[in-house]
T-cell receptor
Framework: DAGVIQSPRHEVTEMGQEVTLRCKPI?????LFWYRQTMMRGLELLIY????????DSGMPEDRFSAKMPNASFSTLKIQPSEPRDSAVYFC?????????????FGPGTRLTVL | AQKVTQAQTEISVVEKEDVTLDCVYE???????LFWYKQPPSGELVFLIR??????QNEISGRYSWNFQKSTSSFNFTITASQVVDSAVYFC??????????????FGQGTTLQVKP
């Protein structure tokens, strides 16, 4: 299996622009997670899905952020409008079963820079 | 509330030295899981180990070993005879299994380990 695939790997955009990050989980995994990593806040969960349904979105910072999972093999994280403080590495991860006791497989991340 | 503390921000050792990374957690649940992940310079997080709250047996995997002590709420990670390839950021994480929880992982701030040749 190719592992979790994320695109783009790097994104540089200007403040106010819309940004869309993409993720393809490992085939057969029922759970998908979006994380954000910054120096100040560390690694924090934004949202996660089970069978394409959002389960916990309490980590989504504000209404500018939205995430969708239209099918089992694709998810997007959108920021509109983007701000410089959104600059971070965004990771997508997937797991076979519940996050409580199952290993999560992480993608390579998308490094977002908002100027 | 659940919380994971990795008090060591950075550790630097010379190759072949043993090194222990500390992890202290807080939880009110009696059933929970603890994890360690490694983030090498390439950036991708890699799973190392999972331990449930009912299993306090220490575990050894090659040069890696883990010491879980509920009495001190700690889950420490030791690398024996460290190698340059061990240089990475290491994260400890906690997941609560209680019915009121969604089971999401809470990560510590990470410990950056540098192993010098």
């Amino acid at each position: 299996d190719a592992g979790v695939i994320q695109s783009p790997r790097h994104e540089v955009t200007e403040m106010g622009q819309e940004v869309t990050l993409r993720c393809k989980p490992i085939s057969g995994h029922d759970y998908l997670f979006w994380y954000r990593q910054t120096m100040m806040r560390g690694l924090e969960l934004l949202i996660y899905f089970n069978n394409n349904v959002p389960i916990d979105d309490s980590g989504m910072p504000e209404d500018r952020f939205s995430a969708k999972m239209p099918n089992a093999s694709f998810s997007t994280l959108k920021i509109q409008p983007s701000e410089p403080r959104d600059s971070a590495v965004y990771f997508c991860a997937s797991s076979l079963d519940r996050p409580t006791n199952n290993e999560q497989f992480f993608g390579p991340g998308t490094r977002l820079t908002v100027l | 509330a659940q919380k994971v503390t990795q008090a060591q921000t950075e550790i630097s050792v010379v190759e072949k030295e043993d090194v222990t990374l500390d992890c202290v957690y807080e939880t009110r649940d009696t059933t929970y899981y603890l994890f360690w992940y490694k983030q090498p310079p390439s950036g991708e997080l890699v799973f190392l180990i999972r331990r449930n709250s009912f299993d306090e047996q220490n575990e050894i995997s090659g040069r890696y070993s883990w010491n879980f002590q509920k009495s001190t709420s700690s889950f420490n990670f030791t690398i024996t005879a460290s190698q340059v390839v061990d240089s990475a950021v290491y994260f400890c994480a906690l997941s609560e299994a209680g019915s009121s929880n969604t089971g999401k992982l809470i990560f510590g701030q990470g410990t950056t380990l540098q192993v010098k040749p």
